[in-house]
């Protein structure tokens, strides 16, 4: 029976080219709009935070509310290191589409990795894709491991989800 590595599993990835060069300017100030999204519609007071994932515990960078469409706005003055793994999470809100009370079980993530879009959307699938491909680097709510291994399970979230639209 053949067995691959983990090592040759990451060595076969960087030299099929899957894991593209991102990294975050070394001055840059990091800008994130997007939406909160359950079931199609928005999450109206979300807690939405951004996140630096390293072999550490992560560091919250920003967070933020959506508003009562899902929206929110995050920015942060704080530069990431050039080869950590940013993530955002969101907690609780409002399902629009339900008439209902703050859902403190709401929880969604998005993986960005170190390139930041311009606009993101969280909801269902963006969790399902990033929880798949970080899921030996997933320590309760936390993610960290080895930057190799964040970098290349970043690298590998958009094969499953387009960040910007979630589809």
């Known amino acids: 029976m053949l067995e691959i590595s983990r090592s040759q599993i990451a060595a076969l990835l960087l030299g099929a080219g899957l894991v593209g060069s991102t990294t975050v300017a070394a001055s840059a ?3 994130i709009a997007g939406r ?3 079931g199609g519609g928005p999450v ?3 807690t939405v935070t951004l996140w630096t994932a390293s072999a550490a515990e992560p560091r919250q960078l920003a ?3 959506a508003g ?3 929206r929110f706005s995050l920015r942060t003055d704080a530069t990431p290191a050039s080869d950590a793994t940013l993530y955002l999470t969101a ?3 409002v399902p629009i ?3 209902s009370d703050d859902n403190a079980a709401i929880a969604f993530l998005t993986v960005l990795g170190n390139k930041v879009p311009a606009e993101v959307t969280i909801n269902e699938l963006t969790t399902v894709a990033s929880v ?3 899921n030996q680097f997933i320590d309760g709510a936390a993610i960290k491991g080895h930057a190799l291994g964040l970098k290349i399970a970043a690298g590998n979230v958009p094969s499953f989800v387009d960040l910007q639209t979630a589809g």
């Open 36 to 38: 909160v999204q359950a």
């Open 91 to 93: 907690k609780g809100g």
């Open 29 to 31: 100030a990091v800008s």
């Open 132 to 134: 798949w491909t970080h």
């Open 63 to 65: 967070q933020t509310r």
């Open 44 to 46: 109206a007071g979300s």
């Open 68 to 70: 009562s469409d899902g």
């Open 97 to 99: 589409s339900k008439v």
